[in-house]
């Protein structure tokens, strides 16, 4: 039966129904259909894309609870408070995709960017269980061939009388079959306002694609260029992010997170290890050994966890960097790789969006700095002694002193205050879980000082080992303002970090002479000046006793000021800078 005979509606939603069921199960054996919503696992009906980069149905969007806080009257806002006379308030939403925080656009669901990719997939994957398609011109005969260029399935009859007309004649027309093994069709993207218009310029004032006929009606005034005239600028943007910044981004993360897992499995062996070697030591002895071993085992169970909570925290922290980066550039490959023109500019401005998020506020360690503590910092010394138990006495130590991030400390007035262009020292003493100092050093310390407010004001630091289990660090701030100060052990912060670094302007010395007038210093010159605002007839240039706006007393000829022992409080430009020198020699 073809497809267009008509049937009851019952077998129509059967075979909807079975559509989905074989999308879900290509799925399942492997292979993930990007026709699918990840949400109903049913094929994608609208399919927006969140500021995260995943996509869902726009009534799956819908359906998702709001994450938002509580607004002004006490109550989570919803879609549609604005139609019942309450303000919009901020909607954000978790992704079920990755569980970020999402913004919805003020205009809800149907405001977020509508994904033609997946459109482009659900008409591909249909195309492909269909046994027959229908002409799109004469709706008649089944489609055998598809036109490239005008996008529409053609039937023989109507694909005889596409060559033959001239404006089409030139046209690139394939069988179905082999587009079909091709495993990629592309469809045309038509204006919602306009049916059947073909957005083919971009408006670069509203960074939006548009038809001719919203061109004409909306954008008059605006400069509107053929999308296959800018593509490539925009397009070039995202390969440059995704290239030059996130990719090499994913092999860190990616190294980090492995290495993190080799710890992990290394310090549960370890752990395991000391373990049976403490139990075999302690079956030799009587009860009051086995209460020493339960001691042994105790505090060994309390290392683990600690080291372990700490190798799981860093755990949690890349695996969430590495799926943002990850889905990011999954995106925005898959948009340059497979997105039509008009595709690759109607993402755009939400792909850029995430991925200038990702580059500027994701996480992105180092693998060298990440904790890598596979246990063998433990060891047990068994004819080490060990005190007394119920009286009798104990050999067997348990060593398993390691640093504390959270225990350790800041001495030093350097991390806190600065002056501008002097060296500032600050100590950082690390600590073991108990708050003892650390007798010995080597532990990964990186300390970043970073401008408040310029991201791309940093100031170099150098950290020396004392080998004593504290680090020396100094550093040189070039100009003044207020800095943050990151100081982190085994990539974790410490104590008070990030600390807040207040660098001073350094002491301005008086670049003048401390006189009582410019005439009495300069013995009568007409071109000496003064930073004062004195003034005398007769061609003077400075001040004098009793004229216009001498301030009455000595006073500093570079700024004016009246006390000697102050700072300068005027920037001298080069020509004052001259006047002021010459007076001097005068």
């Known amino acids: 039966m073809s497809l267009r005979e008509e049937k009851p509606v019952h077998e129509r939603k059967s075979e909807s129904e079975i559509k989905t069921k074989n999308a879900v199960k290509g799925n399942e054996n492997g292979r993930k259909s990007r026709a699918v919503c990840g949400v109903c696992d049913r094929m994608f009906r609208e399919p927006k894309i969140l500021p995260c980069l995943h996509t869902f149905c726009a009534d799956c969007v819908?359906?998702?609870?709001?994450?938002?806080?509580?607004?002004?009257?006490?109550?989570?806002p919803w879609p549609g408070d604005e139609g019942r006379g309450r303000s919009p308030l901020p909607l954000t939403v978790l992704c079920p995709e990755c569980d970020s925080e999402v913004d919805l656009p003020s205009s809800g669901v149907d405001g977020l960017t509508t994904d033609h990719l997946a459109l482009d997939e659900v008409f591909m994957e249909t195309l492909l269980m269909e046994d027959s398609v229908l002409c799109d011109l004469c709706s008649d005969g089944d489609a055998g061939k598809r036109c490239e260029v005008c996008c529409v399935n053609l039937c023989d009859f109507c694909s005889q009388a596409h060559r033959r007309q001239k404006r089409t004649s030139s046209h690139s027309i394939h069988s179905l079959e082999e587009l079909k093994s091709r495993g990629r069709l592309s469809r045309p993207v038509l204006c919602s306002l306009h049916p059947g218009q073909e957005l083919r310029l971009f408006c670069e004032p509203c960074d939006l694609a548009v038809c001719l006929e919203c061109a004409a009606a909306f954008h008059r005034d605006h400069q509107c260029n053929p999308t296959h005239d800018v593509v490539y600028q925009h397009g070039d943007r995202i390969r440059q992010?995704?290239?030059?910044?996130?990719?090499?981004?994913?092999?860190?993360?990616?190294?980090?997170?492995?290495?993190?897992?080799?710890?992990?499995e290394a310090l549960k062996t370890r752990t395991e290890t000391l373990a049976s070697e403490i139990r075999a030591f302690a079956r030799s002895y009587a009860s009051a050994v086995e209460a020493h071993c339960c001691s042994l085992l105790q505090t060994l169970e309390e290392v683990r966890v600690q080291r372990r909570n700490q190798l799981n925290l860093q755990s949690v922290q890349l695996q969430q960097a590495l799926s943002d980066a990850h889905g990011g550039v999954e995106f925005a490959e898959?948009?340059?790789?497979?997105?039509?023109?008009?595709?690759?500019?109607?993402?755009?401005?939400?792909t850029m969006r995430r991925l200038m998020?990702?580059?500027?506020?994701?996480?992105?360690?180092?693998?060298?700095?990440?904790?890598?503590?596979?246990?063998?910092?433990?060891?047990?010394?068994?004819?080490?002694?060990?005190?007394?138990?119920?009286?009798?006495?104990?050999?067997?130590?348990?060593?398993?002193?390691?640093?504390?991030?959270?225990?350790c400390t800041i001495e030093g007035e350097g991390v806190q205050q600065g002056v501008e262009g002097k060296r500032?020292?600050?100590?950082?003493?690390?600590?073991?879980?108990?708050?003892?100092?650390?007798?010995?050093?080597?532990?990964?310390?990186?300390?970043?000082?970073?401008?408040?407010?310029?991201?791309?004001?940093?100031?170099?630091?150098?950290?020396?080992?004392?080998?004593?289990?504290?680090?020396?660090?100094?550093?040189?701030p070039a100009e003044p303002g207020f800095f943050s100060v990151w100081v982190c052990v085994k990539a974790q912060h410490v104590k008070g970090s990030p600390f807040l670094l207040t660098v001073k302007r350094k002491f301005r010395h008086h670049r003048g002479i401390f006189h009582c007038c410019s005439f009495c210093s300069s013995g009568g010159a007409k071109e000496a000046r003064c930073g004062c605002t004195g003034t005398m007839p007769g061609g003077?240039?400075?001040?004098?006793?009793?004229?216009?706006?001498?301030?009455?007393?000595?006073?500093?000829?570079?700024?004016?000021?009246?006390?000697?022992?102050s700072e300068c409080v005027r920037s001298l430009g080069p020509g004052t800078l001259r006047g002021h020198v010459r007076t001097v020699e005068l």
């Open 62 to 76: 819908r359906q998702i609870a709001p994450f938002s806080a509580l607004g002004a009257e006490g109550r989570r």
């Open 241 to 264: 992010l995704v290239s030059g910044s996130l990719r090499p981004r994913l092999g860190r993360l990616e190294e980090a997170l492995r290495r993190v897992e080799i710890s992990q």
């Open 334 to 350: 898959r948009l340059l790789t497979c997105g039509s023109e008009v595709e690759i500019l109607n993402a755009k401005a939400v």
């Open 357 to 407: 998020s990702l580059v500027e506020c994701g996480y992105d360690p180092h693998p060298a700095m990440v904790s890598h503590d596979n246990g063998s910092s433990m060891y047990f010394l068994p004819q080490e002694s060990a005190g007394q138990v119920d009286g009798f006495p104990m050999v067997g130590v348990l060593h398993a002193k390691t640093v504390d991030p959270s225990k």
């Open 424 to 476: 500032g020292e600050f100590t950082l003493v690390c600590k073991d879980s108990a708050g003892e100092p650390m007798s010995k050093g080597g532990d990964p310390v990186l300390v970043s000082i970073v401008h408040k407010d310029r991201k791309d004001c940093i100031v170099e630091t150098t950290v020396v080992d004392n080998s004593d289990g504290s680090y020396a660090v100094s550093y040189t």
């Open 540 to 565: 003077f240039q400075g001040c004098g006793h009793g004229h216009k706006g001498h301030p009455g007393k000595p006073h500093w000829s570079c700024c004016g000021n009246v006390v000697e022992g």
